[in-house]
């Protein structure tokens, strides 16, 4: 039972524009969401995270929105560069579960320039 | 820089020859785990040690075996692989305790092959 989806294998979108990811669980005890990014050869580097009492959480070019009532999050990216293109993988995290991931199958991201 | 390292990269063993694959970190992080990641699916976590707490999953078959020596290194024992335990293997630290969560730093993962 995948408690984590990101059910868009992959997106493409032209340098300079929006990239969105989305995001979509079903456990409503997870309480710390986050995004990791992963290139080629590389381990899953942290990107961004947001708190369940918060709704939204910005970083430079990223930001994340965090809806509860539908259990969906999703990553903005503005704007998109070349040097995005990464797999995005969505995470969710319990303090009841002792903080461990549980991640989303990932997004392949392609930014063109 | 600190960093989280996995030994090999790329591994190649035989249908249920035994195998170990290594993970050492220099962020003295006191949590270490060990992933498993099949083709276009989501890094499955297989078990963690907490300090010296061993903490398996519950889906986690008996086949895979963990050992933590120490806080720097960590080892995760394949006894008899089959063919559907090739897949990438991620080790990654943190550093626990707390009510706040942890970041988790990533090795670059070992890519283990079945034949």
């Known amino acids: 039972d995948q408690q984590v989806k990101q059910n868009s294998p992959s997106l493409s979108v032209q340098e300079g524009r929006i990239s969105i990811l989305n995001c979509d669980y079903t456990?409503?005890?997870?309480?710390?969401f986050l995004w990791y990014k992963k290139y080629p050869a590389e381990g899953p580097t942290f990107l961004i995270s947001i708190s369940s009492i918060k709704d939204k959480n910005e970083d430079g070019r990223f930001t994340v929105f965090l809806n509860k009532s539908a259990k969906h999050l999703s990553l903005h990216i503005v704007p998109s560069q070349p040097g995005d293109s990464a797999v995005y993988f969505c995470?969710?995290?319990?303090?009841?579960?002792?903080?461990?991931?549980?991640f989303g199958a990932g997004t392949i991201l392609r930014v063109k320039s | 820089d600190a960093m989280v390292i996995q030994n090999p990269r790329y591994q190649v063993t035989q249908f249920g020859k035994p195998v170990t694959l290594s993970c050492s970190q220099t962020l003295n992080h006191n949590v270490m785990y060990w992933y498993q990641q099949k083709s276009s699916q989501a890094p499955k976590l297989l078990f963690h040690y907490y300090d010296k707490d061993f903490n398996n999953e519950a889906d986690t078959p008996d086949n895979f075996q963990s050992r933590r020596p120490n806080t720097s290194f960590c080892f995760l024992d394949i006894r008899s692989p089959g063919l559907g335990d090739a897949a990438m293997y991620l080790c990654?630290?943190?550093?626990?305790?707390?009510?706040?969560?942890?970041?988790?730093?990533f090795g670059p993962g070992t890519r283990l092959t079945v034949l």
């Open positions: 456990n409503s005890m997870f309480d710390y």
């Open positions: 995470a969710a995290s319990a303090i009841e579960y002792g903080n461990k991931l549980v």
């Open positions: 990654a630290t943190s550093n626990g305790g707390g009510r706040s969560y942890n970041e988790q730093f």
